[in-house]
Each structure stands twice: as structure tokens, then as C-alpha cells.
């Protein structure tokens, strides 16, 4: 397989709240002959449903300004976060389809002698994997079947608004991530609601934090109804509502939530060899080793 090549843009979360994500997506990347270069002097992407609330010139030109530094390297942009996917994304989406827009970038980032083209796209950890590698070659690369039942979280960013993703399926009901989990041995699972919001996008979880933990810990208990082993994420943010929330949910409301999180580079890793501390598994908040213990790799 010939080698890909990306400008790998981190956001905040993964860096400094999750680095075990970030080591899941470099190993399995790694090993799957994909390059990631690290995007230096790269931001806050800043996040599609706080900061364009408040300045959509701010929002814009701090997204442009991220895609131009990976154009500078020559490289298509790929993230492991569902809100930097949709800011990049569709700043790129405004670029093109709006000369204001257009102008307006170029006028801000002149005054920090910069320019952006148009020139690269901004994808997902989840679109290199689905359509430049393929369910079919990541198959080759599974040494080990999960005997698992996850609960498949999309999460909203990733396939909304449609018309700024590339999934090509049913936004309402698509199959494409259930497709890669299951790659994996693991069997994605019925749930209730599968489609609803993690509870902490568009600023609920730092304005509403009971409003937020009140919709992940509905997702919680559907996912204990489902007989789930696991949720399966692919976003830095849900990961930490999920896996985070069930501490912040167990302490305000006397409960005792452990439902294990993994991000989906972490599950591919383990399906591909790759230990859980490689993978780091052990970062999470709520212990991931009944499902380790399943699979027999604790």
C-alpha cells in the first residue's frame, strides 16, 4: 500500500485532556502506512457551536488560518475530532462557495502575512480509513477477533449538516462507522436513540453542565439496556462527555456508572495487535478492563 500523507491537526481536547487518542490514531496510522506531520504553530480550531456563536469573523479566520499553515505543508488535513471536523471542514466549504468569504479570509490573514487557496481538503480519522484505505484492506490488517457488543456513537458533527460531509448515505440512519467497528469482530448493537447528541455540543456542557450530563447519562443507560460492552466513539469530545460524565454523573447523583469508552482507534488498535497501554486505555476515567478481561487481553 503506497504511503498517505497528512497535516495532522490535534484540536485541544485530545492533547491535554486525552493524549492516549492521539497515540491510538499515530500507532494505527503508523502501521496502516499512513504519515502523519504534526501542523506546527496550529490553534484552538476554534469549536463550530461556541465560537461562530459569537464571531463568525473570529470563528472563520482562526479556522482559515489552521488550513493554511496545512496548505503551506502541502497536505490535505485530517482531525480525530468531530467539532474541529466540522469547523475546518466547513470554513473550506464557505471558501469555496462564497467569494465574500473568499475575500474576507484573505483580508484578515494578510494582516499576519498569511493567504489560504482553497487548496486542501479537511477530513476525518473515520473518511481516511472508510474511503482511502477501505473496510476491505483494514480486514488484512486484524490479528485478532473482539468477541464485543458496542454501541456505536456517531456523534453530531460528524455526518450533519449532510451537505458538508462526504458519507453519501442516509444522514438519519447511516452505516459507515457501524461498518468499521465491525471490522473489528466487535458486533455494533441496537440501541435507543443511537443518533442522539453525547449531551455536550453547542456549549451545553460548559453553560447547562446538569442538562448535559442529564442526556449522556440517558445514552449511559440505553447503552446498559442494549447489553453493550462498550461505546464506540470517534470524537475527543464525546469521549470525555462519556467517560468523563460518568464520574461527574456518579458523584452529583450518588450512582455508580461504569460503562467502558473507547475511542475507535483504540478498539482497531487492539483488534490489530497493539497493547492497551500502547493504545492508552489506561488514561480513561472508568476502567476499561472488564471489556479487556472479554476479549482476553487483560
Same mark, same amino acid.
Given at each position: 500500500?503506497?504511503? #498517505?500523507?497528512?497535516?495532522?491537526?490535534?484540536?485541544?481536547?485530545?492533547?491535554? %485532556?486525552?493524549?492516549?487518542?492521539?497515540?491510538?490514531?499515530?500507532?494505527?496510522?503508523?502501521?496502516?502506512?499512513?504519515?502523519?506531520?504534526?501542523?506546527?504553530?496550529?490553534?484552538?480550531?476554534?469549536?463550530?457551536?461556541?465560537? %461562530?456563536?459569537?464571531?463568525?469573523?473570529?470563528?472563520?479566520?482562526?479556522?482559515?488560518?489552521?488550513?493554511?499553515?496545512?496548505?503551506?505543508?502541502?497536505?490535505?488535513?485530517?482531525?480525530?475530532?468531530?467539532?474541529?471536523?466540522?469547523?475546518? =471542514?466547513?470554513?473550506? /466549504?464557505?471558501? /469555496?462557495?462564497?467569494? =465574500?468569504? %473568499?475575500?474576507?479570509?484573505?483580508?484578515?490573514?494578510?494582516?499576519? &502575512?498569511?493567504?489560504?487557496?482553497?487548496? $486542501?481538503?479537511?477530513?476525518?480519522?473515520?473518511?481516511?480509513?472508510?474511503?482511502?484505505? &477501505?473496510?476491505?484492506?483494514?480486514?488484512?490488517?486484524?490479528?485478532?477477533?473482539?468477541?464485543?457488543?458496542?454501541?456505536?456513537?456517531?456523534?453530531?458533527?460528524?455526518?450533519?449538516?449532510?451537505?458538508?460531509?462526504?458519507?453519501?448515505?442516509?444522514?438519519? =440512519?447511516?452505516?459507515?462507522?457501524?461498518?468499521?467497528?465491525?471490522?473489528?469482530?466487535?458486533?455494533?448493537?441496537?440501541?435507543?436513540?443511537?443518533?442522539?447528541?453525547?449531551?455536550?455540543?453547542?456549549?451545553?456542557?460548559?453553560?447547562?453542565?446538569?442538562?448535559?450530563?442529564?442526556?449522556? =447519562?440517558?445514552?449511559?443507560?440505553?447503552?446498559?439496556?442494549?447489553?453493550?460492552?462498550? $461505546?464506540?466513539?470517534?470524537?475527543?469530545?464525546?469521549?470525555?462527555?462519556?467517560?468523563?460524565?460518568?464520574?461527574? $454523573?456518579?458523584?452529583? %447523583?450518588?450512582?455508580?456508572?461504569?460503562?467502558?469508552?473507547?475511542?475507535?482507534?483504540?478498539?482497531?488498535?487492539?483488534?490489530?495487535?497493539?497493547?492497551?497501554?500502547?493504545? &492508552?486505555? /489506561?488514561?480513561?476515567?472508568?476502567?476499561?478492563?472488564? #471489556?479487556?478481561?472479554?476479549?482476553?487481553?487483560?
Amino acid at each position: 500500500m503506497s504511503t #498517505l500523507r497528512y497535516a495532522f491537526f490535534l484540536g485541544c481536547i485530545m492533547p491535554n %485532556r486525552y493524549p492516549g487518542l492521539e497515540s491510538s490514531i499515530r500507532r494505527v496510522f503508523k502501521e496502516l502506512g499512513i504519515e502523519l506531520v504534526d501542523m506546527k504553530g496550529a490553534s484552538c480550531c476554534p469549536a463550530p457551536g461556541v465560537a %461562530r456563536s459569537f464571531s463568525f469573523d473570529a470563528w472563520l479566520t482562526l479556522a482559515a488560518r489552521n488550513l493554511s499553515i496545512a496548505e503551506e505543508m502541502g497536505l490535505d488535513v485530517v482531525t480525530g475530532c468531530n467539532g474541529c471536523y466540522a469547523t475546518l =471542514r466547513e470554513v473550506s /466549504h464557505e471558501y /469555496h462557495a462564497k467569494e =465574500r468569504i %473568499r475575500e474576507k479570509v484573505n483580508s484578515y490573514l494578510s494582516q499576519i &502575512g498569511r493567504s489560504f487557496n482553497g487548496k $486542501i481538503q479537511a477530513k476525518h480519522v473515520l473518511e481516511v480509513l472508510y474511503f482511502d484505505i &477501505g473496510v476491505e484492506n483494514l480486514k488484512k490488517f486484524i490479528k485478532k477477533q473482539l468477541n464485543l457488543r458496542a454501541v456505536v456513537h456517531y456523534g453530531c458533527h460528524l455526518i450533519k449538516p449532510s451537505n458538508k460531509r462526504p458519507w453519501m448515505e442516509s444522514v438519519e =440512519r447511516p452505516r459507515f462507522f457501524d461498518e468499521l467497528v465491525e471490522v473489528t469482530g466487535a458486533k455494533s448493537v441496537d440501541v435507543k436513540d443511537k443518533y442522539m447528541c453525547c449531551g455536550a455540543g453547542g456549549g451545553v456542557r460548559s453553560g447547562v453542565i446538569d442538562v448535559a450530563l442529564d442526556i449522556t =447519562r440517558e445514552k449511559i443507560e440505553n447503552a446498559y439496556a442494549s447489553k453493550a460492552d462498550c $461505546i464506540v466513539n470517534a470524537c475527543s469530545f464525546c469521549h470525555l462527555q462519556f467517560d468523563l460524565g460518568q464520574v461527574e $454523573i456518579n458523584k452529583a %447523583r450518588n450512582t455508580s456508572y461504569s460503562m467502558p469508552i473507547i475511542y475507535y482507534t483504540q478498539l482497531l488498535g487492539l483488534a490489530m495487535g497493539f497493547s492497551p497501554k500502547e493504545l &492508552g486505555l /489506561h488514561q480513561n476515567f472508568i476502567s476499561v478492563e472488564p #471489556l479487556l478481561k472479554k476479549i482476553g487481553t487483560a
